[in-house]
């Protein structure tokens, strides 16, 4: 089956560091999305990880390893404006791409 | 950004009812898909397209029916509205199967 597990809130400081971690199970797999949604709005996407390792974009990171079903978004220098569910998407080996239930980041000040 | 629009952003319909959500895309990307999202479910898949008139049902596609006789619409169909379908709809948009641009959502309410 398709399982994807994330938390479903964190808590962090303004200006902290917070890592969201993800582990998944899929029908084969080809890569790993992750996404930023702000309440109410559409989702904006954040990365794309095929290779295992980390990928570093501005303040926002993600690691994959293919071979743990597991994968992180890490966040630096956190800002009020970072408040937001963020969604862990596996893609399987169909190229559907599984989205998660989200993890709600709350930063406080 | 991505040129995509949806019509309505917000519909009450009653039980029973036909309803037609649009999704309109500048952009035109190949892939065209829309997605509910509820609480406690995260984004599902209700249809994709790969092309114009080639469509195929995802994960939740009972209740639904899609049509794409042009590469910018793609046409998500309620034939008879029921309450389990009250849900925020998302139209997404790829080029390929990679990174998939997401419209503004259709918040949609079945008495």
């Known amino acids: 089956g398709q399982n994807i597990d994330q938390p479903t809130e964190m808590t962090a400081t303004e200006g902290a560091i917070v890592q969201i971690n993800c582990t998944y199970q899929?029908?084969?797999?080809?890569?790993l999305f992750w996404y930023q949604q702000h309440a109410g709005e559409a989702p904006t996407f954040l990365s794309y990880n095929v290779l295992d390792g980390l990928e570093e974009k501005g303040r926002f990171s993600s690691f994959l390893s293919r071979s743990k079903g597991y994968s992180y978004l890490l966040l630096k220098e956190l800002q009020m404006k970072d408040s937001a569910s963020y969604l862990c998407?596996?893609?399987?080996?169909?190229?559907?791409?599984?989205f998660g239930k989200g993890t709600r980041l709350h930063i406080l000040p | 950004d991505a040129g995509i629009t949806q019509s309505p952003r917000h519909k009450v319909t009653e039980t029973g009812t036909p309803v037609t959500l649009r999704c309109h895309q500048t952009?035109?990307?190949?892939?065209m898909y829309w997605y509910r999202q509820d609480p406690g479910h995260g984004l599902r898949l209700i249809h994709y397209s790969y092309g114009v008139k080639d469509t195929d049902k995802g994960e939740v596609s009972d209740g639904y029916s899609v049509s794409r006789s042009k590469t910018e619409d793609f046409l998500l169909t309620l034939e008879s509205a029921t309450s389990s379908q009250t849900s925020v709809y998302f139209c997404?948009?790829?080029?390929?199967?990679?990174?998939?641009?997401f419209g503004p959502g259709t918040r949609l309410t079945v008495l």
């Open positions: 998407a596996p893609q399987n080996r169909d190229d559907k791409i599984i």
């Open positions: 952009e035109n990307h190949r892939y």
């Open positions: 899929t029908s084969g797999f080809n890569g």
């Open positions: 997404a948009i790829s080029e390929d199967y990679n990174e998939q641009f």
